[in-house]
């Protein structure tokens, strides 16, 4: 079971979108996601998000909201928890990213770029300002299959 991180920095009706083009045996090669990662032993969701953001962006987060839990479950890769944020202030000054070029991408065009089928589904919620939610992935190869959405009580 694998745990990680995906933010989407805001900014005026845009989202700070990362094209995996850089790394080799990327499984998200040719793909647009928003930053994160896998957290380390013993981290927190918080520290990874703020870890994984510093290193892929050189930006310090400011503020930020926890929006969805998102579990992928795949008959090619172990279960993994994807804990999913927004964030809209930051300090620092943006760097090169060595997985990909970070790019501002308009967020009326992000469904328009090379997405995971799943991403499209959670970037939705956000778009719609959707309340907390729980989102279950499931997928077959790089074929999704099924998508069931709890919304939190």
Known sequence: MLNSTLCYLERDGQYLMLHRVKKQHDLNQGKWIGVGGKFLEGESPVQCLLREVLEETGLSLTSFRFRGLVTFVSDEAPTEYMFL?????????????SEGVLQWVDKDRVPELNLWEGDRIFLQY?????????????????QLIEASLENAP
């Open 85 to 97: 944020f927004t964030a809209d202030a930051w300090s620092g000054e943006l760097h090169d990213c």
């Open 126 to 142: 956000l778009h719609e300002n959707r309340p907390f939610f729980f989102l279950t992935l499931r997928y077959h190869g790089d």
